[in-house]
């Protein structure tokens, strides 16, 4: 299985709103609805964004924003904050027992 | 509140085995509807699912380990393993355990990490 594309990069200034892409294929993004989103700060542990494609967790804010049309799953991060300075990392399941993450993108707050 | 440790060897010599615990405390690891997997992360790189084990024992994992990863679970000690045999340099990595939500497929809490990396 391939990873998923995510673009290696995003920036925004604060206040303004970024979304980042996850292209996959048919038999990952494109058939299930089970894509979420991680962000990742330097030396931590990945956290949970967003789950089955727009589902936020209790305790992320709703400034975070998940969509998915077709092949391709996009996470948008909207009034752009300092904190939101992270790599995020999209998931889907790939069927049969599989999951594959996309490569990550870099967010920078300008 | 449910927290993953994991421990292990850091250093270990090419075609060895790495062996690595993740010690589930706040929670029970035999808790219905979750499953328990291992991710791992070169450093600089992005994130690989390795693969998981469910509540009834059953494992699953990624293709491209082409069989070198064996995941177990000790009830008694609330812990889940791995083992990865015939490590070479590409298996450098942070390893994460990870407890998977079984009906919407994510990971919802991590452990820290642990390095683990492959040198003579």
């Given amino acids: 299985q391939s990873a998923l594309t995510q673009p290696p990069s995003a920036s925004g200034s604060p206040g303004q709103s970024v979304t980042i892409s996850c292209t996959g294929t048919s038999s990952d993004v494109g058939g299930y609805n089970y894509v979420s989103w991680y962000q990742q700060h330097p030396g931590k542990a990945p956290k949970l964004m967003i789950y089955e494609v727009t589902k936020r967790p209790s305790g992320v804010p709703d400034r975070f924003s998940g969509s998915k049309s077709g092949n391709t799953a996009s996470l948008t991060v909207s009034g752009l904050q300092a904190e939101d300075e992270a790599d995020y990392y999209c998931n889907s399941y790939a069927g049969s027992d599989n999951w594959v993450f996309g490569g990550g993108t870099k967010l920078t707050v300008l | ?120």
């Fill in chain 2, 1 to 120: 509140q449910l927290q993953l440790q994991e421990s292990g060897s850091g250093q270990v010599k090419p075609s060895q085995t790495l062996s690595l615990t993740c010690a589930v405390s706040g929670g029970s690891i035999s808790s219905g509807g979750y499953s328990w997997s291992w991710i791992r992360q070169p450093p600089g790189k992005g994130l690989e699912w390795i693969g998981h084990i469910y509540q009834s024992g059953s494992t699953y994992y990624n293709p491209s380990l082409k069989s070198r990863a064996t995941i177990s679970v000790d009830r008694s000690k609330n812990q889940v393993s791995l083992n990865l045999t015939s490590v070479t340099a590409a298996d450098t990595a942070v390893y994460y355990c990870a407890r998977e939500v079984d009906y919407a497929l994510f990971f919802d809490y991590w452990g820290q990490g642990t390095l683990v990396t492959v040198s003579s």
